[in-house]
């Protein structure tokens, strides 16, 4: 029993996996662009839950961080550039923006780089609204093609959603070898006890400002795939509310878990859709279930699954300790 | 050969009030200092000084004869200096074993290899060593959690030397240890000193177990030193007697 | 020339306002690791309030003090016992982010029940000029100046000269300490939230007649505040009196002579400029590294 209950995880990623690859397949256009648009902010929120969640530091400018992703994408593909270069130049740039964006801050203390990113995604909102010559301004850029990938084109919904999916995989599997290697574990360490973690060994100041630097440059590569998805893009949808909306996602689904993003992301996209029936209300009424939520499980919704699996850890725990004692241990 | 810790006229204030007055003292390789006094006199400022913690307002540390005043925990952590805590500091969520590979990870290769390499940074069976030498083999996947309280301390003291440390700082290790255990704890701190001739700095409340373990003492009051010598002539020294008494 | 004091002179009322805003900020924060991402908000509503009496045919003083009733119901005790009780002890960032969700809902709120448009409102002060040393300076940032100044002074006076202000001092200060010593220390963190619901309405009371009342001027607001209270250092009431008054001026002085578009970066640049320079802020203590 106890080596199909090893299984199961792998089990049930095949089959989510599986149903994302062949469900949508029957979707109409508006149920291909909300899934592709998960995938995309799924991105972006990854990204914020390993700043975040895994390295304890808030950031704010996730969603400009995205916004520059989608606006390289977007001027390097309207002029005859191909998508995988602008990948390569917005990862990189946001990667440096981030690492130069953290390092004074982080010298400083713990909360402000929350200030210099709010800082930051003003400005940056503001340089996509006023330089039109470089971003067209409120009119913003058009026309943005979809890539052609292995020489198939992606102009249909279903095959750039699969563009999208794959992204994603490929995110994710990058994401679970970092986590996996000693950096997330320093990560983590950081974000339990930094005391400990630094009198260990532990370069706190370097392992945050990586995490915030990775983090940032995975909200460029949402952006990237945000232009070819909507084909348009101004600056508004760049402007703090994302980073918010990023934020929000990532304590929703449970702030520092693995599957947090996807489950928050799910939430943020999807969730206001169903509620549109309420009209005017429908954001009062997605702003009162995030309070509740987080007034009825502050660690997210996958905080809940957490407590429930670590109280039976620890009922398991204390059965085993109470039948078998440590050597040193014994009745005198 | 230079001590492997001398800590020259340490002070340290806070506002208006003096914490540590003026500390002095070597400790040479392979020592087992104790360092003892009635609460309030500075004992775990004068550790935090030398650790990093705090920033000393006064005086100078050097570790090996280079200077490591004011440096941050996690750069003395990487020249050799390392710490058990007072209050128990594991990583609860992680197995005893994870907590002991990320107590040695920063000590291997470089931030690069660190991203590339093994998720275990090759040290698993250093971190299996150090299970055995502590006997704690049948709770290596636990999380750290859910081990006794007896156990966590096991496992702090065992983080602290995953590392290979020059210079350890132990912070009251015998503190809320079931007295069976005790003299396995310090059976273990005795071996792994003349094992790895690691050098031991001890807080201790303790009597019988610093005065049994330590091979020199020192005794602080009102942030400062009082006596310093070896065990028995601290234990008969009529003016410590007179500075826990008068307290 | 006549410009430049009437523009100073409007930039410290708008600080002065700002200062107002900062300063509950801050208590918020010092008293109970409270960081309210909806402050802005809770400037904008009181307005609201107010408007609503007015139009039930309540005068205008009425209004005012119903306003600044409500405001200590709602945003003072409502928002501690509802939102800031149940969620404290699980770290500072969930409540962060759920007076996120509380800007946007208040927000909202405020679009859907009253107008998305912008209302008048009245102003406590007449308006008209006043000539200072032969220059016009305008009545309205001479009279919000003086009542925001009072208010401040007021405040300061409650803080260090009264005992409950010291209580206050020293909860702030370390809430441990303070309960051991025998302060009521819950009791002391509410009174900082009422303290805060009624700076708030009075700033409310101040500058709304100056940028009208809308559903989005919290948004401005809010980040005036926090921007103040850390550019004067989080920790200390008088930095976020100086950060506002600082804040105000600049700002001011940067719409009349630097490009609008980029009008809304100065504060930013400042707070990055001094967070770089001058991590503690203006008047903060630098914080010790931690055992």
Redesign the interface.
């Known amino acids: 029993m106890r080596e199909l209950r090893k299984y199961l995880p792998f089990a049930l990623s095949a089959a989510v996996v599986a149903a994302l690859i062949v469900v949508p397949m029957n979707f109409n256009r508006y149920g291909l662009f909300i899934l592709s648009q998960w995938a995309t902010m799924t991105i972006a929120a990854m990204g914020l839950n390993l700043t975040l969640g895994y390295a304890g530091q808030v950031s704010l400018a996730q969603g400009a961080f995205v916004g520059i992703g989608a606006y390289t994408a977007a001027l390097m593909t309207t002029h005859g550039l191909p998508l995988a270069g602008a990948l390569a130049l917005a990862i990189l740039l946001c990667f440096a923006i981030g690492w130069l964006l953290g390092y004074p801050a982080l010298r400083v203390q713990h909360h402000y780089l929350a200030f210099v990113t709010l800082a930051f995604s003003t400005l940056a909102f503001l340089v996509f609204r006023n330089e039109s010559w470089l971003t067209g301004g409120t009119y913003g850029i058009s026309n943005i093609p979809r890539p052609a990938i292995f020489g198939f084109a992606t102009n249909r919904p279903l095959p750039f959603y699969y563009v999208c999916l794959g992204m994603l995989g490929i995110v994710t599997l990058c994401m679970w070898w970092?986590i996996?290697?000693?950096?997330g574990?320093?990560f983590?360490?950081l974000r339990?006890?930094p005391?400990?973690?630094?009198?260990?060994?532990?370069?706190?100041r370097?392992y945050t400002l990586?995490a915030f630097a990775i983090g940032s440059a995975l909200g460029g590569v949402a952006g990237v795939i945000y232009a070819p998805l909507t084909q348009y893009i101004d600056p508004v949808p760049f402007n703090l509310s994302l980073s918010l909306d990023l934020l929000m996602m990532v304590i929703v689904g449970g702030s520092g878990f693995f599957f947090g993003p996807f489950l928050g992301a799910m939430i943020a996209v999807l969730l206001p859709e169903w509620l549109r029936v309420t009209e005017g209300y429908y954001l009062m009424l997605y702003a009162a279930a995030v309070i509740l939520l987080l007034i009825w499980s502050p660690t997210g919704i996958l905080g809940i699954l957490d407590r429930f699996l670590a109280e039976r850890?620890?009922r398991a725990?204390?059965a085993?300790?109470a039948g078998?004692k440590?050597?040193?241990?014994?009745v005198? | 050969m230079s001590a492997v810790l001398e800590v020259s006229d340490v002070r340290k204030n806070f506002g208006g009030i003096t914490a540590v007055n003026g500390v002095s003292f070597d400790v040479q390789e392979g020592e087992i200092l104790g360092l003892i006094g009635p609460n309030g006199c500075g004992k775990?400022t004068l550790f935090?000084c030398i650790?990093g913690?705090?920033?000393p307002s006064g005086g100078e540390v050097k570790v090996d004869g280079k200077p490591v005043t004011g440096l941050?925990?996690?750069?003395l952590?990487?020249l050799g200096v390392?710490?058990t805590?007072q209050l128990l500091?594991?990583?609860?969520?992680?197995s005893v074993r994870?907590n002991l590979?990320?107590?040695g990870?920063?000590?291997?290769g470089s931030?690069t290899s660190?991203?590339?390499?093994r998720?275990?940074?090759g040290l698993t069976d250093a971190a299996n060593q150090m299970i055995g030498f502590f006997?704690?083999d049948?709770?290596a996947d636990?999380?750290a959690?859910?081990?006794?309280y007896?156990?966590q301390k096991?496992l702090d003291a065992a983080?602290a030397f995953?590392?290979g440390p020059r210079l350890v700082l132990l912070d009251e290790p015998a503190g809320g240890v079931?007295p069976?255990?005790l003299s396995?704890l310090k059976e273990r701190l005795a071996a792994i000193n003349r094992e790895r001739r690691a050098t031991f700095v001890v807080i201790e409340h303790n009597m019988e177990f610093v005065m049994s373990l330590c091979s020199r003492v020192m005794v602080m009051a009102e942030g400062r030193v009082l006596a310093m010598g070896r065990p028995d002539d601290i234990r008969r020294n009529p003016a410590v007697i007179e500075a826990y008494l008068g307290h | 020339m006549s410009d430049l004091l009437d523009l100073m002179v409007a930039g410290l009322a708008t600080g002065a306002i700002y200062a107002l805003v900062a300063v509950g900020f801050t208590l918020l924060w010092q008293t109970s690791q409270t960081i309210n991402f909806a402050q802005g908000e809770f400037v904008m509503l009181p307005a609201f309030f107010m408007l609503a009496a007015m139009h039930a045919g309540a005068p205008f003083w009425l209004a005012i003090l119903i306003g600044i009733g409500l405001s200590m119901i709602l945003l003072g005790l409502g928002f501690k016992l509802l939102l800031v009780d149940p969620m404290l002890r699980h770290g500072v960032l969930p409540l962060a982010i759920a007076t996120m969700a509380l800007a946007i809902g208040i927000k909202e709120a405020v679009k859907q029940f009253f107008s998305a448009e912008a209302s008048p409102f009245p102003s406590v002060v007449p308006a008209g000029e006043a000539s200072i040393l032969g220059r016009a300076v305008s009545l309205q940032s001479l009279g919000v100046l003086a009542l925001a100044i009072l208010a401040v002074i007021g405040l300061t006076a409650l803080l260090n000269r009264t005992s409950l202000g010291r209580q206050m001092q020293a909860v702030a200060q370390n809430p441990n300490v303070a309960r051991i010593i025998g302060i009521p220390v819950e009791r002391m963190i509410l009174l900082t939230f009422l303290i805060n619901a009624v700076l708030v309405a009075v700033a409310s009371v101040l500058i709304t007649p100056i940028y009208l009342a809308k559903f989005s001027s919290g948004e401005v607001l809010g980040q005036a505040a926090f921007i103040a209270a850390i550019v004067g250092g989080f920790n200390q009431v008088r930095g976020a009196i100086a950060g506002g008054l600082l804040i105000g001026v600049v700002d001011n002085l940067s719409a009349a002579y630097i490009s609008t578009q980029y009008r809304a970066a100065v504060p930013m640049i400042l707070l990055i400029a001094i967070i770089l320079f001058c991590p503690q802020g203006l008047l903060g203590r630098a914080e010790?590294?931690t055992?």
Do not use: C, Y
């Open positions: 970092l996996r290697s000693p950096w574990r320093a983590m360490a339990e006890n005391i400990r973690a630094q009198s260990l060994g532990v370069d706190t370097r990586m850890r620890t725990a204390s085993k300790r078998t440590s050597q040193w241990e014994t005198a | 775990s935090n650790l913690q705090l920033t941050r925990p996690s750069e952590n990487r390392s710490r805590f500091q594991v990583f609860p969520k992680l994870e590979i990320l107590a990870q920063e000590h291997r931030m660190r991203l590339f390499g998720s275990d940074a006997k704690l049948h709770l636990e999380p959690g859910g081990l006794s007896g156990q096991l983080m995953m590392g079931n069976s255990m396995d | 010790e590294r055992v």
